[in-house]
């Protein structure tokens, strides 16, 4: 009985630790950016003593579109060539700009841990090869157009990203939109013989080309 | 005029939803994420990180929502996904010994046959897949077998994650009133 309560508490701190996402641990304050919530995080019925929900969920996709679905159903004519993970904030009542990102700031492109892309093989993103591996993705927005950055620092949370280890940077332009997209959303989309990773958010989208 | 401005603000609504939808949802079952050394990515920052990074696991989380989880919605004596939509990785950034067994560095699914008292937990090289629908037990890396810990409360999202031990870490599984602790030595 002891020993289970010795277990159970030393899962607690561990796991409490872990709470530096979106929880409101000391250490958590400390990592609060511009797109923290804004409302306090709730799980129903009880907490979870050892990680709670995050407040913007954790998403994954992929290219080839959907392969884990094709690799299942199997349809997939192509092994997988890419895939980001990424966490999803939400607006809340807020506006993009300024509300929730400013202009000429870099954006770590999600929440909580950095956003990650990982090649499967080698990509022409816009006009440079990118070799397979792991990257973290962030960007500096601006009004007209976004700075997307390729990262070699990688498993780490999304702040402060070093941009002395930026492996690429790229343009893309920024299209206004009449959406109002509640949750930041990114995903893959064919476009004939190459991939867009769209970004957007709010009324805001834009593009990033991929071959492969 | 009102009237104008009341169908203008109903296509509004009828457009929006539409282009929600062309657009991936948030999830029912939201993705997480969990690193050992814990919370590794903000040790990472904060320059705290005392041991290389060892292990990721990636897992989707769904919700008792009511339910009766073991021996329920997941049946006893079957393969479960050990999470929801694409399947549950691990990614082990050092080769890891597991019951004795070594494991390469990479990535792999994970999968568990639960029963009352004890999981067979399943490391699984096909990876960059959906659920364990295909689950095809010819790609299985090692099987072991781990016993049920009772909690005291239940817990209402899935939760996998990873704790120090004497040599190396425990993956731990809890959801609902059960517990599952699967050591690692590093």
Same mark, same amino acid.
């Given at each position: 009985m002891r020993l289970t309560s010795c277990f159970l508490a030393s899962c607690f701190l561990l796991f409490s630790c872990r709470? #530096?996402?979106?929880?409101?641990?000391p250490v958590a304050d400390s990592l609060k950016?511009?797109?923290?919530?804004v409302v306090s995080r709730t799980e129903r019925?009880?907490?979870?003593?050892?990680a709670t929900v995050d407040v913007s969920p954790m998403d994954m996709i992929y290219y080839p579109v959907d392969y884990p679905k094709l690799k299942m159903t199997h349809t997939a004519s192509q092994p997988p060539m890419a895939r980001v993970i990424y966490s999803r904030p939400h607006l809340q009542g807020r506006?993009?700009?300024?509300?929730v990102l400013k202009y000429d700031e870099p954006w770590?492109? #999600?929440?909580?841990?950095a956003t990650e892309l990982m090649l499967y093989k080698e990509a022409m993103i816009q006009d440079k090869k990118i070799k397979a591996g792991r990257y973290t993705l962030y960007c500096i927005p601006h009004k007209e157009n976004w700075t997307v950055a390729i990262n070699a620092?990688?498993?780490?949370?999304?702040?402060?990203?070093?941009?002395?280890?930026?492996v690429a940077r790229f343009v893309v332009p920024v299209k206004q939109t009449q959406n109002n997209l509640e949750y930041f959303t990114m995903v893959f989309e064919q476009d004939k013989q190459s991939a867009n990773l769209l970004m957007a958010w709010d009324d805001v989208e834009v593009r990033l080309p991929f071959r492969f | 005029m009102k009237k104008i401005i009341a169908l203008l603000f109903v296509f509004q609504l009828i457009f929006c939803s539409l282009m929600a939808q062309s657009l991936p949802p948030v999830d029912k079952s939201p993705m997480d994420m969990s690193y050992y050394p814990v919370n590794y990515p903000v040790l990472k920052i904060q320059d705290k990180?005392?041991?290389?990074l060892a292990a990721r696991v990636v897992y989707s989380r769904p919700q008792k929502a009511g339910r009766t989880i073991?021996?329920?919605?997941?049946?006893?004596g079957e393969v479960w996904?050990?999470?929801?939509?694409e399947a549950t990785e691990i990614e082990f950034f050092k080769p890891v010994k597991i019951d004795g067994k070594k494991v390469a560095k990479g990535r792999y699914s994970l999968f568990a046959i639960v029963n009352e008292n004890s999981w067979t937990m399943i490391l699984n090289?096909?990876?960059?897949?959906?659920?364990?629908?295909?689950?095809?037990?010819?790609?299985?890396?090692l099987r072991t077998t781990v016993p049920v810990q009772k909690t005291d409360s239940p817990l209402e999202s899935l939760v996998i994650g990873f704790e120090k031990s004497a040599t190396g870490c425990n993956l731990l599984v809890a959801w609902d009133t059960v517990k599952i602790a699967l050591p690692i030595s590093l």
């Open positions: 709470n #530096g996402k979106e929880d409101n641990t950016t511009k797109d923290s919530p019925p009880a907490a979870n003593p050892y506006h993009i700009f300024h509300e770590r492109l #999600g929440a909580n841990e620092t990688i498993d780490t949370w999304g702040l402060e990203p070093d941009s002395t280890r930026d | 990180a005392t041991e290389p073991f021996g329920g919605l997941v049946k006893y996904r050990m999470g929801a939509n090289k096909d990876t960059d897949t959906w659920g364990s629908f295909k689950y095809d037990a010819k790609k299985d890396l």
